[in-house]
Nanobody, 115 residues
Framework: QVQLVESGGGLVQPGGSLRLSCAASGIYFTLYGLEWYRQTPGKQRELVAGIGSGGNTYYADSVKGRFTISRDNAKNTVTLQMNSLKPEDTAVYYC?????????WGQGTQVAVSS
């Protein structure tokens, strides 16, 4: 079955950390570029971080220095380590896998940062 499944969301206090994971199945994972997006009600989905098939990484300015994306090709997973979380990081986070014009999306996982 071709799918992406996110996990690891939840409620955390400002300054805390969360680790999101995305497990892929049914695709040749090594070839895919992988990205994390987030979306809040009434706003467009925005890119948070990405990692290419070669391991190059890139980040939105708003999360640089706080978030780290990584991939484990042996386990078909991509991870987003989120530190120093802020209330404005509250959103539904989505995993995306892309190869040329073909892409997959996960179902999303909710992250809430609040005291």
């Amino acid at each position: 079955q071709v799918q992406l499944v996110e996990s690891g969301g939840g409620l955390v206090q400002p300054g805390g950390s969360l680790r999101l994971s995305c497990a892929a199945s049914g695709i040749y994972f090594t070839l895919y570029g992988l990205e994390w997006y987030r979306q809040t009600p009434g706003k467009q989905r925005e890119l948070v971080a990405g990692i290419g098939s070669g391991g190059n990484t890139y980040y939105a300015d708003s999360v640089k220095g706080r978030f780290t994306i990584s991939r484990d090709n042996a386990k078909n997973t991509v991870t987003l380590q989120m530190n120093s979380l802020k209330p404005e990081d509250t959103a539904v986070y989505y995993c995306n896998a892309r190869l040329s014009s073909y892409e997959l999306w996960g179902q999303g996982t909710q992250v809430a940062v609040s005291s």
